[in-house]
């Protein structure tokens, strides 16, 4: 069994803070722990508004907190986020969040992330953490 802590993880290297400070993330499960998805704790920061398209990777995301929407580039909808929404990204949709205030988000990732990765120019991740940070684990 693994167990972990959120306030023990945010003082390591499993926090990341996106280059274009829209957010925050703890990776609190990665690749390397071999469950086959990564699970993080993500702090959407208010005000944020970013588009991303994971076009590797399967995501969940559950609002905990805070209020903002979601946005679906394909077909235009917005879909708001309170805490209890879950979206999930099972198409790899383009979209855009957009924090209102601040946002606590749980997210799962399929494939896992390695915990080293960055959005690239598409708002993607690289499969493997090819795109790296600089960060180490
Ligand atoms: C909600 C969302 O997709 N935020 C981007 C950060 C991501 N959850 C991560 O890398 O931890």
Redesign the pocket.
Known sequence: MIVRSLQEAEKTSRR?VSPDNN?E?T?LLLKEDEMGFSF?I?T?YAGADFR?HYQNHL?S?YCMSGEGEVETLDDGKKYPITPGTVYILDKHDQHI?RAVTEMK?A?VFNPP?SGK?VHNAEGAYELDGDTLTGNKD
């Open positions: 990341i957010w993330s990776r993080h993500t959407i991303m995501e995301v969040l988000m997210c992330l990765e």
